[in-house]
């Protein structure tokens, strides 16, 4: 279903992910890609994402745990989440990725806790929104294929 | 606006129009050699590619795409990343270069620093572009491939 026939309900849910600040201009790319024969591309990308990533966060998690902190390997892990981020257009996500890294250079302990506990939410909320939006995109093209005359 | 191969609408294409007319027949000549560890650049550039009919296959490091190579099959196109494991995409990139592989070889990476971009670029690329890939930097990259015959 082409974004100019979506519902208008799922028009405003969609818009509201980019005036939260939530998803960028890569996110739109991706939906450029997506045609009949690749309906759900953008959600096969972002489910993929979270598949790939949630280990990523677990590892940060226990290097965090750990002292001295080895900022060097922080930075690295950090480095493939932001990349990856980036790649389907988490912008929240993406930029506490950035600050994150920042504090690592600085050698800023407490920085990179508070940020990275900033991540995880942004990280968790945004699945929540996406999950909530996919479920809404696919009702909308499965009604909108009933509906269509014969 | 122009129609892909499947006759539907298409906006990737409008990009790709924005150069020579030639460069829509050349897209579907086009083979491209994908080289990036992470699965989801993987997924997306072969999409990006497809998407404009252009043949490709995906590997996963450095090392990979000098095997591909070695085995015998030749890509127009590759597009590098620059950090994999088991060998990264400078390494790959000289290691094809004094093979003699003539690709047209575009480093994608999400490094920013110059330092790090000249390095990159001076192990053999012929173009450089900054993660994510999008379609107007694909299709920049696409004016620069050249197609014999």
Known sequence: MERNHLPRHLVLQRQSLFDQGLLDEQFIQLEELQDDANPNFVEEVVTSYYQNTSTLIVIIEQALGTSPLDFNKLDGYMYQLKGSSSSFGAKKVKADCTLFREYCKAGNVEGCMRTFQQLKKEYASLKRKLEAYFQLARQARVTGTASRPK | ?149
């Open chain 2, 1 to 149: 606006m122009l129609k892909s191969k499947n006759g539907m609408k298409d906006g990737l294409l409008n990009s790709v129009k924005a150069g020579p007319p030639a460069l829509l027949e050349l897209s579907s000549k086009i083979t491209a050699l994908v080289v990036d560890d992470n699965t989801l650049n993987q997924t997306i550039h072969h999409r990006l590619l497809d998407n404009l009919g252009i043949q490709n296959q995906v590997v996963g490091n450095g090392k990979e795409a000098v095997d591909v190579h070695c085995s015998g099959k030749n890509f127009d196109l590759i597009l590098m990343d620059m950090d994999m494991p088991v060998m990264n995409g400078i390494e790959a990139t000289r290691k094809l270069r004094t093979m003699g592989i003539r690709s047209l070889i575009a480093g994608v990476s999400a490094r920013s620093t110059e330092k790090e971009k000249q390095e990159f670029i001076e192990a053999g690329l012929d173009d450089y572009q900054e993660k994510p890939l999008t379609t107007t930097k694909l299709a920049s990259i696409l004016h620069k491939v050249k197609k014999d015959g």
